[in-house]
């Protein structure tokens, strides 16, 4: 099942809320972010995501105590109980002991005779038992308790939440033209591309970094000296000191809209570091020179004692003030 089908379909069961979904995918490829972005957009406020392969059994079922009725051991509620969207994410690789404490959960929705809250939304996630992951077996009867969702992960679906996401122009034309790049089988001994991985190469690539020896231990060795070939065709990094000292070389007016993104995250970054004569007066220069887009993206990178700062220097104002009148429109 494709990312964008899952969604619909956790959405679905989340409003009946008569079955618990279980997700079956391998790493990096957005389970996680899809079960919490859903229990948000269904109105949940407290959502606890439980990692059951870091948790003690008593976490999950609670903390037994002397009773203060005839000394009869009472149960202390565990740390997520309350919760209105609840996430046991990697049940296959908790213990066993821990297995046996959440069973109760999905079938009768209580842990030691606390009953869950019948509008809790309860989800899990698992990876595949594929013989690339360490995890354990799963008891049949735990799979008669829950709906069990395999998601495979989409390009098409990827690079349309990619372009929502800022992701770096490069990163998605390579991934075009390299479609087998963009989440391959992996092997347990194998470092692979995720769709994970790739956001984390287009913040490197934010920061100007796109050559092999900083990617490989994110998407492999072999495609990673591939997309470096592919990144440096197109990018020759404009820095700002550069543009500080001779800012009429570079033509920022006719540069590519990644290369525009670029300079506009290095600006902001160093602004927001301190905020500098030398900074200030590139601001001036790059500020009318950059597409309408980039303006906003520019302003909403930068923190807000930064911008009080530019907006006492009266050319500044002028220009930004347009663009905080259209960000405060669109909020």
């Given at each position: 099942?494709?990312?964008?089908?899952?969604?619909?379909?956790?959405?679905?069961?989340?409003?009946?809320?008569?079955?618990?979904?279980?997700?079956?995918?391998?790493?990096?490829?957005?389970?996680?972010?899809?079960?919490?972005?859903?229990?948000?957009?269904?109105?949940?406020?407290?959502?606890?995501?439980?990692?059951?392969?870091?948790?003690?059994?008593?976490?999950?079922?609670?903390?037994?105590?002397?009773?203060?009725?005839?000394?009869?051991?009472?149960?202390?509620?565990?740390?997520?109980?309350?919760?209105?969207?609840?996430?046991?994410?990697?049940?296959?690789?908790?213990?066993?002991?821990?297995l046996n404490?959440?069973?109760?959960?999905?079938?009768?929705?209580?842990?030691?005779?606390?009953?869950?809250?019948?509008?809790?939304?309860?989800?899990?996630?698992?990876?595949?038992?594929?013989?690339?992951?360490?995890?354990?077996?799963?008891?049949?009867?735990?799979?008669?308790?829950?709906?069990?969702?395999?998601?495979?992960?989409?390009?098409?679906d990827w690079?349309?939440?990619?372009?929502?996401?800022?992701?770096?122009?490069?990163?998605?034309?390579?991934?075009?033209?390299?479609?087998?790049?963009?989440?391959?089988?992996?092997?347990?001994?194998?470092?692979?591309?995720?769709?994970?991985?790739?956001?984390?190469?287009?913040?490197?690539?934010?920061?100007?970094?796109?050559?092999?020896?900083?990617?490989?231990?994110?998407?492999?060795?072999?495609?990673?000296?591939?997309?470096?070939g592919y990144?440096?065709?197109?990018?020759?990094?404009?820095?700002?000191?550069?543009?500080?000292?001779?800012?009429?070389?570079?033509?920022?007016?006719?540069?590519?809209?990644?290369?525009?993104?670029?300079?506009?995250?290095?600006?902001?970054?160093?602004?927001?570091?301190?905020?500098?004569?030398?900074?200030?007066?590139?601001?001036?220069?790059?500020?009318?020179?950059?597409?309408?887009?980039?303006?906003?993206?520019?302003?909403?990178?930068?923190?807000?004692?930064?911008?009080?700062?530019?907006?006492?220097?009266?050319?500044?104002?002028?220009?930004?003030?347009?663009?905080?009148?259209?960000?405060?429109?669109?909020?």
């Open positions: 099942m494709k990312v964008s089908e899952t969604k619909k379909f956790l959405l679905d069961v989340f409003k009946q809320n008569k079955m618990v979904p279980m997700l079956i995918g391998k790493h990096g490829i957005g389970k996680s972010a899809i079960v919490i972005d859903t229990l948000k957009e269904i109105g949940c406020q407290k959502i606890s995501q439980i990692m059951l392969a870091q948790v003690l059994p008593e976490d999950v079922g609670g903390m037994p105590q002397r009773g203060s009725i005839n000394n009869i051991v009472e149960w202390l509620k565990p740390f997520w109980f309350g919760s209105d969207g609840l996430f046991f994410d990697e049940l296959n690789r908790a213990s066993s002991e821990t404490a959440f069973m109760e959960i999905p079938l009768y929705r209580s842990i030691h005779g606390f009953k869950i809250d019948e509008k809790a939304r309860i989800s899990i996630a698992i990876n595949p038992d594929n013989g690339v992951y360490k995890v354990g077996d799963l008891d049949p009867a735990l799979w008669d308790r829950v709906i069990p969702i395999e998601i495979e992960p989409d390009l098409d690079k349309a939440w990619a372009a929502k996401a800022g992701i770096n122009d490069i990163v998605i034309s390579f991934l075009t033209q390299y479609n087998e790049a963009f989440c391959p089988n992996s092997k347990a001994d194998k470092i692979a591309p995720t769709p994970r991985g790739w956001e984390r190469i287009s913040h490197l690539l934010e920061l100007g970094y796109f050559e092999g020896k900083y990617t490989k231990g994110i998407i492999g060795t072999e495609i990673a000296y591939t997309f470096e990144a440096r065709e197109r990018y020759e990094r404009v820095k700002i000191k550069d543009l500080i000292s001779n800012y009429d070389k570079y033509g920022i007016k006719t540069l590519t809209p990644e290369k525009q993104l670029d300079i506009v995250n290095q600006a902001a970054l160093a602004l927001n570091e301190k905020v500098t004569s030398d900074l200030i007066k590139l601001s001036l220069k790059l500020v009318p020179d950059l597409r309408e887009e980039m303006k906003v993206a520019f302003v909403k990178k930068l923190k807000d004692n930064v911008r009080s700062r530019l907006l006492n220097n009266k050319e500044l104002m002028e220009m930004l003030f347009p663009i905080f009148q259209k960000i405060n429109k669109e909020a």
